[in-house]
Nanobody, 124 residues
């Protein structure tokens, strides 16, 4: 079982920034493709960004391109989501997810391991 722990959520005004972090214990972090998902009230969980095991390949959903940046530090067992120019529509619970298989999957069901989530609220 993979334990994922998110941090960094909070309340921010529109136009502001937050950085989310997700860490996991152990020595196998570099073998996981990582993703950040979000779920707003009444909506389905959606992939925001994903990053390959080496960090050399990334994916972003269209609504966050140019504003969010996903990165990872395998030496620290941590993946980050830097969120700039935040909008009220970015308000959601953000989840970190991991999978062993290759490829930047965009489907929720392809990630077997999940964190508990961290709330991000953007006020207008």
């Amino acid at each position: 079982q993979v334990q994922l722990v998110e941090s960094g959520g909070g309340l921010v005004q529109a136009g502001g920034s937050l950085r989310l972090s997700c860490t996991t214990p152990g020595r196998t972090f570099s073998t996981y493709t990582m993703g950040w998902f979000r779920q707003a009230p009444g909506k389905e969980r959606e992939l925001v960004a994903a990053i390959s095991r080496s960090g050399g390949e990334t994916y972003y959903t269209d609504s966050v391109k140019g504003r969010f940046t996903i990165s990872r530090d395998n030496a620290k067992n941590t993946v980050y989501l830097q969120m700039n120019s935040l909008k009220p529509e970015d308000t959601a619970v953000y989840y970190c997810a991991a999978k062993r298989s290759l490829g930047l999957a965009t489907v929720t069901g392809q990630y077997p391991y999940w964190g508990q989530g961290t709330q991000v609220t953007v006020s207008s």
